[in-house]
């Protein structure tokens, strides 16, 4: 095949053949292409969308009774460690909701530094999480747990993740 250029004219001068196989690998060549792509798109796609299911999975985990309950004694200043005339929580039933809400947390601090979901999606969850983590109670409750991990031979602290991702940071 021969390509020629006459810059006087402006032409470009293509000269020779092709054959049938030529013409058909150019063909596959571009459907290849196009079908990288096209798969490229929609692995990104698919995963935006698992993205925001475990988003979306998260905030319904937090809206649960339960996680609310935990979570508005906290917002409301009415959550107490230890709880006057006690050595720990009100009652088990508060204890298991205010571990519930910070396991949520540390999970979704977990996803979070795992780049499974995103910091668009993490930053929905910045207040709560700085609310639960600031709050004297928690903080009083966490120094417990951290001894009683140490005690157990346990040499990470409870609730790491989300700590590091809300508390350290305050």
């Known amino acids: 095949m021969k390509f020629e250029f006459e810059p006087k004219y402006g032409v470009i001068e293509i000269q020779g053949h092709l054959t049938l196989f030529e013409i058909l690998s150019m063909i596959g060549f571009f459907a290849i292409v196009i079908t ?10 698919q995963e935006r969308i698992s993205r925001a299911d475990f988003s979306f999975r ?4 937090f809206m649960s009774d339960d996680v609310q309950r935990a979570y508005l004694e906290i917002e409301w200043n009415e959550f107490t460690y230890p709880y006057p005339g006690k050595t720990g929580f009100a009652s088990r039933e508060q204890e298991m909701r205010i571990d519930r809400l910070l396991y949520l947390l540390d999970e979704m ?5 795992n780049k499974v979901i995103t ?13 639960v983590f600031a709050d004297i109670g928690i903080q009083k409750y ?12 346990i040499k990470v602290r409870a609730h790491d993740q989300a700590r590091r991702l809300f508390a350290d940071n305050l």
């Open 36 to 45: 990288v792509i096209y798969a490229v798109k929609s692995t990104i796609q």
């Open 142 to 153: 966490l120094d417990f747990l951290d001894d009683f991990f140490l005690e157990n031979g």
């Open 109 to 113: 601090a977990f996803l979070a530094s």
């Open 58 to 61: 998260l905030w319904e985990s």
């Open 119 to 131: 910091r668009k999606h993490r930053s929905r969850w910045e207040y709560q999480g700085r609310r």
